[in-house]
């Protein structure tokens, strides 16, 4: 009952909102000349990964809002499999999707074959896979650091040579909260191009599907059944589903298809046997909110939580069931809705309350209106929010200076460790006009799992099912310090994940008080 309260619910709210949204800029459309420019294919000169606009491939699908899930997003943001955009690895031989067309050899260059553009997949996956944890310390001088040996078969200088592998990578990257999850899109081509130039996954090329469900559960389905049916897709990861989640959830289980990494923000991640988180779940991300004030000294605290989404209830209902517990008082709590222009009553009443601590369940420009009409009355408590519901321009308003937010993955600006190394070096790489965030490094994360998950593929085809003893064998892994210990039993659903990293706004930015240090509940 839950899930399909909230799936229509959210229907509902984005289709009313639809009209404010496109005046007031939350989300863009993406399309594929972004993804490539972004990611650096086909750009031979400075800029790589600006915006830029062009007409579709012959016989790729329009962009269309009246076609839920149909759009050029779906089919032709693929790459092919180890045709790359840049000089090929030494000694590497570029496969070629069945059936398609020899790519062009200038970098860059699309073949098209059946009407739909294939492209060279571009990407990034993440770093060491042994499981380490978050206080290992690093090893080498930020830079570029050679991929280790036997991480999903990613080995720097060898070949992909193996059947080809299709995935599918899906976000909300238009919609509600699109600008939020700017970047993802680009990072799970990144991710690609990282594999393919580094041998794969276990030694097998990979082509990426990139889709946009813009919010929409149904349109979720639609993009991955039309990946599945039509593409060949054989598994989905690094998703950022959070507010179509739960859409695809029927479709998954009955065809035993996983998704492999993504946001763990809904409690679909907790329930369905497909859905393999590599995200601190968004009770783990209260958790993190409400410890992280009291050890602040900040004990008395206002909450408020958005009426549009399931994580804003949860968020709510975590920190109220557990602030006693804590040594925590709720003084004042509230529900409030994102398209609200203003803050003023919830700020005063929470100051009457004397709250020196503020949760709020609510997206990144509401945290700014909110601030701002809590400092018109003078009240500057200490605030707390969850790191996807922000982004890098949320830190430039003086008014959320100090503001604090548990991160579900790494912190995205960290350079502590060997592989947060990794990630912004292979980011800088192929994707330097990407501005790195909370949204970038979820998607990453997902593909550090993706690789521990490939280690021991067949030689031959590769099917959905080959994935499941890799997920399986999972065990208190942190993919190297990216998240904290996961666990997925066979048959069952993934553990909880309960340890959370802090970032902090300082001077106009995002910081990572704690370093890499990861703290857990």
């Not at 009246?66 to 790459?79: E, F, K, N």
Request: aromatic letters at 6%; charged letters at 15%; hydrophobic letters at 40%.
């Amino acid at each position: 009952m839950a899930r399909a309260s909230y799936t229509s619910r959210g229907i509902r709210w984005i289709a009313a909102l639809g009209a404010a949204l496109l005046v007031a800029g939350c989300g863009t459309r993406l399309n594929d000349a972004r993804i490539e420019a972004a990611a650096g294919v086909g750009q031979t000169a400075a800029g790589a990964g600006a915006d830029t606009a062009a007409a579709p491939a012959p016989g790729a699908a329009a962009t269309n809002e009246a076609a839920p899930g149909l759009t050029s997003d779906a089919g032709t943001a693929a790459a092919t499999a180890a045709q790359t955009a840049t000089a090929p690895v030494a000694g590497a031989t570029p496969a070629v999707t069945p059936g398609a067309a020899t790519a062009a050899t200038t970098p860059g260059a699309a073949a098209k074959a059946g009407g739909t553009t294939t492209r060279a997949a571009a990407g990034a996956a993440a770093t060491s896979a042994n499981g380490t944890s978050s206080g290992a310390t690093a090893a080498a001088t930020p830079g570029a650091p050679t991929p280790t040996p036997g991480a999903g078969g990613a080995v720097a200088g060898q070949p992909a040579s193996k059947a080809l592998i299709v995935l599918g990578h899906i976000g909300d990257y238009s919609g509600l909260i699109g600008t939020l999850m700017k970047g993802g899109d680009v990072t799970a081509q990144v991710i690609a191009r990282y594999l393919n130039d580094n041998g794969g996954l276990d030694g097998h090329p990979v082509k990426v599907i990139v889709g946009d469900a813009g919010g929409d559960p149904a349109r979720a389905l639609s993009l991955v059944r039309d990946m599945v049916e039509n593409k060949g897709a054989i598994a989905i990861f690094g998703t950022l589903m959070v507010f179509s989640g739960y859409g695809p959830r029927d479709y998954l289980e009955q065809h035993k298809i996983p998704i492999i990494g993504g946001d763990g923000t809904t409690n679909v991640w907790l329930q369905s046997p497909m859905y393999f988180t590599s995200s601190a779940n968004f009770p783990g991300i209260s958790l993190g909110a409400l410890k992280g004030l009291v050890d602040l000294g900040k004990k008395k605290i206002a909450i408020v939580h958005c009426v549009e989404a399931e994580q804003c209830k949860t968020y709510h209902d975590t920190a109220v069931g557990k602030a006693s517990s804590l040594g925590a008082q709720i003084v004042y709590d509230a529900q409030v809705s994102l398209a609200q222009p203003d803050f003023t009553a919830e700020c005063v009443q929470a100051q009457r309350a004397g709250a020196d601590g503020f949760m709020a369940g609510i997206d990144g420009p509401s945290i700014v209106r909110l601030t701002r009409s809590c400092s018109q009355q003078g009240y500057k408590p200490q605030y707390m929010t969850a790191s996807l519901a922000v982004i890098e321009s949320v830190a430039r308003d003086p008014n959320l200076d100090g503001l604090v937010a548990p991160e579900g993955v790494f912190p995205h600006m960290a350079i502590v460790l060997p592989a947060e190394r990794l990630f912004r070096s292979t980011m800088a790489k192929y994707a330097p006009g990407v501005e790195i965030s909370p949204a970038v490094a979820t998607v990453w994360t997902g593909g550090a799992l993706l690789q521990e998950a490939s280690k021991k593929l067949p030689e031959g085809k590769v099917s959905s099912a080959d994935f499941f003893p890799g997920l399986y064998a999972v065990k208190n892994n942190t993919l190297g310090g990216l998240v904290g210990p996961l666990s997925f039993n066979a048959g069952g659903t993934a553990s909880e994940v309960r340890c959370v990293f802090y970032i902090k706004v300082a001077g106009g930015h995002w910081t990572a008080p704690d370093g890499s240090k990861q703290n857990c509940f």
